[in-house]
């Protein structure tokens, strides 16, 4: 038999052990929860448009996912995003490519390239690279910049400066030839800026100066030509009216010749006063 204290310590005691039994086993079904629940979101994900998902199972490739939605089994199983959007390659004013020009002028080209990977081999650059970014580091910029520096050896800076768009499709044409193997879709090159040393760019500028100056000379030379040629030929109009006027008098006779000429001056009034016996000008009777 129990006093009653220590019946109350034994029911204290019992009342402790269920509802501790109760704790422990709530947070255990907690904890069951959380791990189905990450099980759950972990098996499904999505791929965005401009992306490409590489699936592998314990880092090994297994396949290449399209936009959408996926499944993968948790853990196990991991999707990795490669972007195939245009990228782009900057070799901007601040940070250009240094080369040196055929005539060994040093130059400064600012360059920029548009590209981006070709969806169907983004599992091969996943397993030798990683990921986009250390496939552009490791790969495309280094090709870029020894192929900008490369075709810039083949022109003069003079040729640089005056060719630009031949050294563009040039550079254009060498990344095409040398990045579609290595997975790489070249869109667009620019080349935005040539640098050259001081005492250079003040000698082109010089040049050009001098060239402008010899076109505009060319050009005063043939607008002289030009006028004198008009003159010529207002020359040879006057002399050809003055012949035909002199044919003219010798066919017809002076005298009406004259008459015209103090017609054609006349202003059509008549003398207010006349000499006796003398006629109204221009103005004959006779038949």
């Not at 029911?11 to 709530?26: A, D, I, N, S």
């Not at 629940?37 to 490409?52: C, D, M, N, Y």
């Not at 790969?139 to 075709?151: E, F, H, N, Q, W």
């Amino acid at each position: 038999m129990f006093t009653e204290a220590e019946w109350f310590v034994t029911r204290e005691t019992q009342y402790g052990k269920r509802t501790e039994f109760r704790g422990g086993k709530l947070a255990i079904w907690i904890v069951l929860g959380l791990i189905a629940l990450t099980f759950i979101l972990g098996s499904f994900g999505t791929v965005s448009a401009g992306e490409r998902g590489v699936k592998t199972r314990f880092s090994a490739v297994i396949g290449v996912i399209d936009p959408g939605l996926y499944f993968k089994i948790p853990i196990i199983e991991k999707v990795n995003i490669m972007d195939i959007k245009t990228q782009t390659v900057l070799y901007e004013r601040e940070d250009p490519l240094f080369s040196a020009s055929k005539d060994l002028q040093d130059v400064k080209i600012a360059t920029v390239v548009n590209y981006h990977l070709d969806p169907t081999q983004v599992d091969t650059i996943f397993q030798q690279y990683g990921s986009t970014r250390a496939y552009e580091a490791n790969v495309i910029r280094p090709i870029v910049r020894d192929t900008g520096k490369s075709v810039a050896s083949e022109f003069t800076a003079e040729e640089l400066v005056t060719r630009r768009a031949d050294y563009n499709a040039r550079v254009t044409s060498v990344l095409i030839e040398r990045l579609e193997p290595k997975s790489v879709i070249i869109e667009r090159v620019n080349i935005t800026n040539f640098e050259f040393s001081p005492s250079f760019t003040q000698a082109i500028e010089a040049k050009v100066t001098a060239v402008q100056n010899a076109e505009a000379a060319k050009n005063k030379l043939e607008q002289v030509k030009f006028e004198a040629q008009q003159t010529i030929e207002t020359a040879k109009a006057t002399a050809e009216a003055q012949r035909i006027q002199a044919q003219s008098l010798a066919a017809q006779g002076g005298r009406d010749y004259v008459a015209l000429k103090a017609i054609e001056k006349w202003n059509g009034v008549l003398p207010v006063q006349m000499i006796p016996g003398s006629t109204v000008p221009f103005i004959n009777l006779k038949n």
